[in-house]
């Protein structure tokens, strides 16, 4: 389903448009709760959309809101009016003025005109929906899969050969088709500056768009309470030129890098229940329970954004992901200061 109640509120949410009646309706509420700072993250606007379909979609809510604007400024200047004009004077007497009951005219205008601005909404929404629903992929365009899961999401680019988790790639001027699945319960996916808000709903693919027109990182979040840990499934989008994109996915493609100086802690990580979770290709590819790892340091955060992606993080997450996280579902493993120390060593190799 494609219009599910997610995307519609994703559409109203965003309806505030560039006007600064929406801005200070909508955005004040809209914009602080998502993505947190301390893993570099910052605050994404609906006003500041940076592709297709979130211009669109801002468009036309601008559009929406000044035509209300419009009808509310008419009606309000009329009520103001009247009552100004027909308050009570000095002069009144307690005389009743003439009594009208029924008139063609005024039954006609207040019937006709709501349902000519009705129609005319109506209009403009359907041809919106139509121009931007795309339920087939685009030729030409950058296939992606997108599982959400508590509390994480997995980035599959089926054509190209890999996995990888809560950091999107995607080029700049090339459309991206994402299906979105989920692996547990109803997730949503909204990246504010990107598209609007679709859910991401067990044994059901739902399919987005996005085409990119500026290059940066961009952050979108897990917009339907999923548990404990909904608040840190987040999401970061890194628009790249084409060929820092192309670049970007040759290393992607590579295996896992095998440095000498921490065979102990892959040895480590192949023995332990680590391989029961996750992959690192080219070492082990049982594990698809959590995060694919075979290049686990090109990304800037762990645990979908919890925490910086670094070793000293790194060694706090093995310790204790909990810490980290309340209610992650990766276990603390239990193992010794020296073997972590490996363990994250060899993670922090994996480039
Ligand atoms: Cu996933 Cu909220």
Not at 14 to 34: D, E, H
Not at 49 to 55: G, K, L, S
Not at 113 to 134: H, N, S
Not at 323 to 336: D, N, Q, T
Request: hydrophobic share 45%.
């Amino acid at each position: 389903m494609r219009s599910c109640p997610q995307s519609i509120a994703g559409a109203f949410v965003s309806k505030g448009g560039g006007a600064w009646a929406g801005r200070i309706l909508i955005g004040l509420w809209a914009t602080p709760s998502v993505a947190r700072a301390d893993a570099g993250g910052g605050t994404p606007s609906l006003f500041m959309p940076v592709a297709e379909p979130a211009q669109s979609i801002l468009d036309y809510g601008t559009l929406l809101v000044l035509i209300c604007a419009v009808i509310f400024v008419v009606v309000m200047g009329l009520l103001t009016f009247t009552v100004i004009r027909f308050r009570a004077s000095a002069a009144d007497n307690d005389e009743e003025p003439p009594q009208v009951y029924g008139s063609d005219q005024l039954e006609l205008a207040w019937t006709i005109v709501p349902v000519l601005i009705v129609i005319v909404l109506g209009l403009i929404t359907a041809g919106r929906i139509v121009a931007l629903q795309k339920d087939t992929r685009p030729e030409g365009s950058l296939a992606v899969r997108v599982v959400g899961h508590q509390w994480w999401w997995e980035l599959e680019y089926p054509d190209l050969g890999f996995v990888t988790a809560n950091e999107l790639h995607l080029p700049l001027g090339q459309v991206a088709f994402l299906t979105l699945e989920s692996d547990d319960v109803i997730h949503s996916f909204w990246l504010p500056q990107l598209a609007g808000k679709l859910d991401v709903i067990p044994n059901r693919k739902n399919t987005m768009w996005i085409e990119p027109q500026k290059t940066g990182m961009f952050v979108g979040q897990c917009a339907e309470y999923c548990g404990t840990q909904h608040a840190n499934m987040l999401l970061r989008v890194f628009v790249h030129e084409p060929e820092d994109f192309e670049r970007w996915v040759r290393e992607q493609q590579l295996e896992a890098r095998r440095v000498d100086a921490h065979a102990e802690g892959r040895a480590l990580f192949a023995q332990t229940a680590c391989v029961n979770c996750h992959t690192v290709r080219g070492l082990t590819e049982i594990g698809s329970f959590g995060p694919d790892l075979t290049h686990l340091m090109s990304r800037t955060t762990l645990a979908a954004g919890a925490a910086a992606n670094d070793e000293a993080s790194l060694v706090d997450w093995l310790t204790d992901p909990d810490h980290i996280k309340p209610g992650v579902r990766m276990p603390a493993m239990k193992l010794s200061h020296s073997q972590i120390a490996r363990l994250a060593g060899y993670l922090s190799s994996l480039e």
